[in-house]
């Protein structure tokens, strides 16, 4: 008798699981909601690496219709061909550019902008200034133009894209902007064919591997061999409302003799509580506590120093080493160096939080 009641209430309660899950699925079956994929800049594959054009206004024959009219609901609104899948569809936040890319992967990619040119865009549309279709074998990609630097929420439901504008402080506590220095034409120093922006981004994507396991937010002013302008830098540490300012560079001198780490801060700019100067003290010891460096000191910028110059948020650039001096540039190319001077860096931010909340 107790073996058949365990059975009947085993089977009731398969019973019960089985039509729970049931009404899950005829739920989402319903509602036919499901979420889409999310990148960042700095997890996307590099502009050159794919031939993607750059930045430019659209044109006539590539231009995404905005119907500004139709504005009675809080997200920005993007139809779909009806047999496009959430699966499909990747936001792409290009947040140095302030564009929104919206991909969708299918052998049909060709066929969808006949479908865009005769379908627009609406919704709350306060923050896209304009929009245009670029087509690359198996993959269409929206791209958005916006007012400023965005995070989103995005909802895929009844063939479109709902995507909701929300400021970075919204939804991040602690935010920082990790500028690695140079890029494109500038180089940096040079020394034997080895770049100084190949370093700065060297390091700047071994602190990524970091912070990425962190509950900290970073912004990166370039991920692959771009140079943004010193404006555009600072204006990202701006817009997102970033707590510090973090510039990588690397030193060079006639004097080959010389080496060691320095940071540099704006002294002309005051930060009540912790600022230019506390960071930068941070930077310089921790680096050099990682690295079992020298203290080349701290260093009030000059006018060439426009990115910590120009920031009004806690700024400091930190020069982890002469590319000039043998010892150091060969040190500068191991990949266990660079490592350490990422460790350097992490640690500081870590201690620049616990020195702000006291």
Wanted: proline share 3%; glycine share 6%.
């Amino acid at each position: 008798m107790q073996q058949n009641s365990l059975m009947r209430s085993t089977l009731v309660y398969c019973l019960l699981f089985v039509a729970a899950s049931m009404s899950v699925m005829l739920y989402y079956a319903a509602t036919k909601t499901v979420g889409v994929a999310d990148l960042a800049q700095d997890e996307v594959v590099s502009a050159q690496d794919r031939e993607e054009t750059a930045s430019v206004a659209p044109t006539p024959e590539n231009e995404i219709a905005i119907n500004r009219a139709e504005n009675n609901t809080n997200y920005f609104c993007v139809p779909m061909p009806e047999n496009v899948k959430a699966e499909e569809v990747v936001l792409e936040n290009h947040y140095m550019d302030k564009e929104l890319w919206v991909g969708i992967s299918s052998a049909q990619a060709k066929t969808y902008e006949d479908f865009y040119r005769a379908n627009s865009v609406y919704g709350n549309c306060n923050n896209v200034t304009n929009g245009r279709i670029e087509t690359e074998k198996e993959r269409i990609c929206l791209r958005f133009a916006l007012t400023g630097v965005y995070e989103y929420r995005s909802i895929f439901e009844d063939h479109t894209l709902y995507v909701e504008f929300v400021p970075s402080k919204e939804i991040y506590e602690k935010i920082i902007v990790i500028d690695p220095a140079y890029g494109g034409d500038e180089r940096g120093v040079t020394s034997d064919g080895v770049m100084a922006k190949d370093i700065t981004l060297a390091i700047a994507k071994a602190l990524k591997t970091r912070f990425d396991e962190s509950d900290i937010k970073v912004y990166y002013t370039r991920m692959d061999d771009a140079n943004p302008a010193s404006a555009d830098r600072v204006d990202l540490a701006m817009t997102t409302k970033a707590d510090m300012l973090i510039r990588i560079e690397v030193s060079g001198d006639e004097n080959s003799k010389l080496y060691g780490t320095s940071a540099v801060y704006n002294s002309k700019f005051f930060i009540p509580g912790f600022g230019n100067v506390e960071l930068a003290d941070l930077l310089e010891r921790e680096v050099v506590t990682s690295i079992s460096g020298k203290a080349g000191g701290l260093i009030e910028s000059e006018a060439a120093d426009e990115v910590v110059n120009s920031a009004t948020v806690p700024a400091a650039a930190i020069r982890v080493g002469y590319l000039t001096n043998s010892q150091e540039a060969i040190l500068l190319q191991r990949d266990d160096y660079i490592e350490r001077i990422a460790e350097g860096i992490y640690n500081a931010v870590a201690k620049a939080y616990e020195q702000r909340e006291k």
